[in-house]
Structures are given as structure tokens and as C-alpha cells.
């Protein structure tokens, strides 16, 4: 084989690569909204019944700043959310000090003392994350 036949080959090989990426397994974190290629700019958009307009703030929240969202095969944004166990408690904590108004070590104590059964029971097949919807 020749020099330049490995070229051809090498970049036969390298698209075939490129075709067969699936990405369905992927997602995207909240902090990626508004990054990446300008021609690819990824954009989180929430369900419907939880855009503009609605009053349920919490689920916009918990969405918008917490949740990661699924791609498709291809690497786009598939609309469905969910939340890892870390991206839970982050969540947990928020609403702890702005609901509880607890803060410092009685957080530290009651995320201790709650979250690990709390979790447990929403993550029951042990996937490591849950659905959106069930941060309520």
C-alpha cells in the first residue's frame, strides 16, 4: 500500500466513524445553554406547558438552571429532561435556603439527614437519575 492510498483510506474510514455516532445516550447540562458553534448554538427550550406564560415556576427553574436534556442520535436537543442525583441535591439546597431559610451547617445536617432516602426512593431501578417532573 502506497502512502496516498492510506490517505483515502484513513479519511473513508474516518467518515464512516462520523456516520455511525450515535448520541442518544448523551446530554446536554443546563450550563451549555447559549454555548457552542454559532451554527449549532445549543438552546434550551422548555416544554410547553412549562415556557413563557406559565406560572409554575419551580418546574421552569428546575429545567432552566438544573436539569440535563437528552439528545437524539444526531446530537440534537430531544426534550426530554432529567436530573442526576448531584443536580437534585444542588436543587435541594437552593430551596432549603430560600423556602427553610436554613443555611450553613443545619443545611449540611438536613441534606445529611433527608436527601440519601429521599433519593432512594425516586431513583427505585438505581439508574442514577430521574425525571424532571418528580422534583416536586
Sequence with gaps: MHLRDFGATAAIKLQKDKEEVDHSNEFFEARENGTGP???KYERVPPE???TGSDDLFMKSM???YAQEGKDKEGAP???FFMTEAQTKAAAAEVLGSHKALDGPAKAEYLKTYFPRTWA???VNKAGMIGVE???
Design 38 to 40: 454559532l451554527d449549532k
Design 49 to 51: 406547558h412549562f415556557a
Design 63 to 65: 429545567i432552566m438552571n
Design 78 to 80: 430531544n426534550g426530554q
Design 121 to 123: 426512593h425516586f431513583d
Design 134 to 136: 418528580s422534583m416536586p
